[in-house]
């Protein structure tokens, strides 16, 4: 069932690859459809789609079910959804759907897509994923939980407002990547547990329009929520952040790099807080 999970992925992804392949739209002469055939950035978009979701998705079989296989189970959470793993592991599922929203958004804009098709693809290939994970857990040690796929979908839901109400293009979802680096870094339950995860706005956007010009148009003001053990410390951030998309470089390639890049939050000031601790500043912080 396990191999059903992934072909059903991979018959999706196959889908786009394939859809309009061999019969380029018409493209203007300003178009990033050239006529480089194969090789465009219209159809290198897809298949760097394909790359990305697929490799996410083996990625986690190979850490989550490889040699793993029994009968198909629920996962009943007993603690709650707030009190297990004091509730990261619900935040990564989050951040999880945001990503894979708008990096295969990104992608498919980068490859001159129409906007409302690289929306659609985005909506329906995070939304997939998020579904499939889950089966294949059912046939696992984990079980099938459908607050962790709600998790999942509740970032792409973000992402869908982002995208459709104004208002909410002015808060993004950003993680901290663990340093130091460790082989353990990357299992893939410590990339969910053991980060600080952020929504970051954009202040400038948000100011009265008198104010607007005080504020530096890169710096944003960060809330972050992370564990120290998953057990009996919350961490609760208050911090900067960048704006990556404000870099003054410009050009097809660059603008993708940077709007990947913005989703990850680079050390600056902050203030960590957590019940019975001092208030602790670090002038970097990342973890």
């Not at 050009?251 to 913005?262: A, C, E, H, S």
Request: hydrophobic share 45%; net charge negative.
């Amino acid at each position: 069932m396990k191999a059903l999970c992934s072909k059903a992925l991979i018959v999706m992804l196959a889908v786009l690859l394939a859809s309009e392949m061999c019969a380029q739209p018409a493209a203007g002469p300003d178009s990033t459809q050239s006529s480089h055939g194969f090789w465009s950035r219209y159809n290198l978009s897809k298949v760097a789609t394909v790359a990305l979701v697929g490799g996410i998705f083996v990625y986690g079989w190979g850490v989550w079910w490889k040699n793993d296989y029994r009968s198909f189970r629920f996962w009943y959470d007993t603690e709650g959804v707030f009190n297990a793993h004091l509730a990261m592991d619900k935040v990564g599922h989050m951040y999880t759907g945001y990503f894979i929203f708008h990096a295969t958004n990104d992608i498919l804009r980068w490859g001159g897509h129409d906007e409302d098709v690289a929306f659609w693809w985005a909506t329906g290939i995070a939304s997939f994923h998020a579904f499939m994970v889950e089966v294949g857990d059912g046939f696992s040690e984990y079980g099938f939980d459908y607050k962790d796929m709600l998790s999942n979908w509740a970032g792409v839901g973000l992402s869908v407002l982002q995208q459709k109400v104004p208002f909410f293009s002015n808060v993004e979802m950003k993680w901290s990547l663990y340093y130091p680096l460790t082989r353990k870094t990357f299992i893939i339950n410590d990339l969910y547990d053991y980060h600080i995860y952020w929504l970051s706005f954009r202040v400038n956007s948000l100011l009265p329009q008198s104010l607007e010009p005080l504020w530096p148009d890169w710096l944003q003001v960060a809330i972050g929520y992370s564990s120290a053990d998953l057990v009996t410390r919350r961490e609760y951030i208050l911090g900067f952040d960048y704006n990556l998309e404000m870099l003054p470089l410009e050009g097809t390639d660059i603008n993708l790099v940077k709007k990947l890049f913005n989703m990850i939050h680079l050390p600056a000031p902050g203030v960590k807080f957590s019940p019975g601790r001092p208030p602790e500043f670090r002038l970097f912080l990342l973890n």
